[in-house]
């Protein structure tokens, strides 16, 4: 068992998905196969298949400052507003004591994309473009309009940067930094320059053209790549005496988390960086592999990676891996890259909450080279046994985390 020392309570949750903007309402609909990936075309590029997100930022912004805020930003602060409601703070006790790690791969996409387009045009930059594209602007903003005045920070770190931001802030809870800590990630990236970037790098999944849905197959064995998706998801993080004496009661508990880098390749996945830092993790939070009942896999559903990560596990399960429970939830609404961690770790603690483990979508032929565990395939399977469960985030640049988490 993870030790008390080391544990951090998950105190609330809030999200932005193209799965929807409520975390129950999201995660039924995860657990049915519901799939949000749609076909969206872009001016002069092949039509791809994406997972866009819809929020209404109105409650928190007016229509002028929305006018100078980016998306981005947006949906970064309805999520944090939603993770502080369910945490059942009106407000902080000490904003300098409230700390913001956040995690996002390409900011400001939708501002830098607008302003690339005008210069080509011969037209006029909007002024606001350096402070509304900047990587850490969505921090900002969420800084600005929550009143957080301790440390607020942003972490790029591709696929990893929000995961990587929920263990820096459960590093800075443990030390006695801040008493609170707002989590997670953002990422609003279809737009036309990325997407183009991305057709370019050939890793995106075509639109299935009998199913769009089902564009996105981890694991299976004819999967063609990932498909990108939007949205924004946060954990309201305190330490284990502080969240049993809060408002409401932890849905779970952060039990340890590692991060550690393949230095091996830019692109390709190594599954012995990956194995370390499953290790890592599973040592930090001071537990076995056969006490992981369910992971969340990194999954992206290409060819390379989802074999990579596969191997990984079975070399630190061992014998263990056929009773791991695996999926992946990318398939049901895309890749978040930077958001991805932070969305993803919270369908863990929810898994942890309800006894059940959501699906890999729209998968019915597991590749052999990702076989050898309890897949979940379809629709969520109940597990009401399940006390511990574990979050993978493997990045471009080598990148590596996992989050642990407990049974509240």
Same mark, same amino acid.
């Not at 992971?295 to 390379?304: E, F, Q």
């Not at 990579?308 to 429970?325: K, M």
């Not at 574990?390 to 590596?400: E, P, R, Y």
């Given at each position: 068992?993870?030790?008390?020392?080391?544990?951090? $309570?998950?105190?609330?949750?809030?999200?932005? *998905?193209?799965?929807?903007?409520?975390?129950?309402?999201?995660? @039924?609909?995860?657990?049915?196969?519901?799939?949000?990936?749609?076909?969206?075309?872009?001016?002069?590029?092949?039509?791809?298949?994406?997972?866009?997100?819809?929020?209404?930022?109105?409650?928190?912004?007016?229509?002028?400052?929305?006018?100078?805020?980016?998306?981005? *930003?947006?949906?970064?602060?309805?999520?944090?507003?939603?993770?502080?409601?369910?945490?059942?703070?009106?407000?902080?006790?000490?904003?300098?004591?409230?700390?913001?790690?956040?995690?996002?791969?390409?900011? $400001?996409?939708? /501002?830098?994309?607008?302003?690339?387009?005008?210069?080509?045009?011969?037209?006029?930059?909007?002024?606001?473009?350096?402070?509304?594209?900047?990587?850490?602007?969505?921090?900002?903003?969420?800084?600005?309009?929550? $009143?957080?005045?301790?440390?607020?920070?942003?972490?790029?770190?591709?696929?990893?940067?929000?995961?990587?931001?929920?263990?820096?802030?459960?590093?800075?809870?443990?030390?006695?930094?801040?008493? #609170?800590?707002?989590?997670?990630?953002?990422?609003?990236? %279809?737009?036309?320059? /990325?997407?183009?970037?991305?057709?370019?790098?050939?890793?995106?999944?075509?639109?299935?053209?009998?199913?769009?849905?089902?564009?996105?197959?981890?694991?299976?064995?004819?999967?063609? $790549?990932?498909?990108?998706?939007?949205?924004?998801?946060?954990?309201?993080?305190?330490?284990?005496?502080?969240?049993?004496?809060?408002? #409401?009661?932890?849905?779970?508990? %952060?039990?340890?988390?590692?991060?550690?880098?393949d230095a091996a390749h830019l692109t390709n996945p190594d599954?012995?960086?990956?194995?370390?830092?499953?290790?890592?993790? %599973?040592?930090?939070?001071?537990?076995?592999? /056969?006490?992981?009942?369910?992971?969340?896999?990194?999954?992206?559903?290409?060819?390379?990676? @989802?074999?990579?990560?596969?191997?990984?596990?079975?070399?630190?399960?061992?014998?263990?891996?056929?009773?791991?429970?695996?999926? *992946?939830?990318?398939?049901?609404?895309?890749?978040?890259?930077?958001?991805?961690?932070?969305?993803?770790?919270?369908?863990?603690?929810?898994?942890?909450?309800?006894?059940?483990?959501?699906?890999?979508?729209?998968?019915?032929?597991?590749?052999?080279?990702?076989?050898?565990?309890?897949? #979940?395939?379809?629709?969520?399977?109940?597990?009401?046994?399940?006390?511990?469960?574990? *979050?993978?985030?493997?990045?471009?640049?080598? /990148?590596?985390?996992?989050?642990?988490?407990?049974?509240?």
């Open positions: 068992m993870g030790g008390t020392q080391q544990r951090i $309570g998950v105190a609330g949750m809030g999200l932005v *998905s193209p799965l929807g903007n409520t975390v129950d309402g999201a995660w @039924d609909r995860l657990l049915q196969g519901d799939s949000a990936v749609q076909r969206m075309g872009f001016e002069g590029l092949p039509d791809i298949a994406a997972a866009r997100s819809t929020f209404d930022v109105t409650p928190f912004l007016g229509k002028l400052q929305q006018v100078g805020t980016e998306r981005v *930003s947006q949906m970064a602060l309805v999520a944090a507003r939603q993770a502080m409601a369910d945490a059942g703070m009106e407000a902080w006790e000490d904003p300098e004591r409230v700390g913001l790690y956040l995690g996002t791969g390409m900011g $400001g996409a939708s /501002t830098m994309d607008q302003g690339y387009a005008a210069l080509h045009a011969g037209a006029r930059i909007p002024p606001l473009t350096v402070p509304a594209g900047m990587v850490n602007g969505a921090a900002a903003v969420i800084a600005l309009r929550m $009143g957080i005045r301790g440390p607020v920070l942003t972490y790029a770190v591709a696929c990893a940067s929000s995961a990587v931001a929920i263990a820096e802030a459960a590093h800075a809870l443990r030390r006695g930094e801040v008493d #609170v800590a707002l989590a997670g990630g953002v990422e609003a990236l %279809l737009v036309r320059g /990325t997407v183009a970037a991305w057709q370019a790098l050939r890793t995106l999944a075509p639109p299935d053209e009998e199913d769009v849905g089902r564009s996105c197959r981890p694991f299976a064995r004819g999967r063609s $790549g990932l498909v990108l998706g939007e949205g924004a998801a946060f954990l309201v993080l305190r330490r284990a005496e502080d969240a049993q004496r809060a408002p #409401v009661a932890p849905r779970a508990w %952060l039990l340890g988390s590692a991060v550690r880098c599954a012995h960086g990956q194995a370390a830092t499953l290790r890592a993790a %599973l040592a930090a939070a001071r537990l076995a592999p /056969t006490d992981i009942g369910y992971c969340n896999a990194h999954g992206t559903a290409t060819v390379a990676g @989802d074999p990579v990560e596969c191997e990984a596990l079975r070399q630190v399960w061992g014998d263990a891996a056929p009773a791991l429970g695996l999926s *992946s939830t990318k398939a049901a609404h895309g890749h978040l890259l930077g958001a991805a961690g932070a969305l993803e770790a919270l369908w863990t603690v929810q898994a942890l909450r309800t006894g059940q483990m959501p699906p890999t979508q729209g998968v019915a032929d597991v590749d052999p080279a990702c076989e050898g565990f309890a897949h #979940v395939l379809g629709q969520g399977a109940r597990r009401p046994d399940l006390r511990h469960a574990i *979050s993978n985030s493997f990045a471009f640049g080598g /990148t590596n985390a996992t989050l642990v988490f407990g049974k509240a």
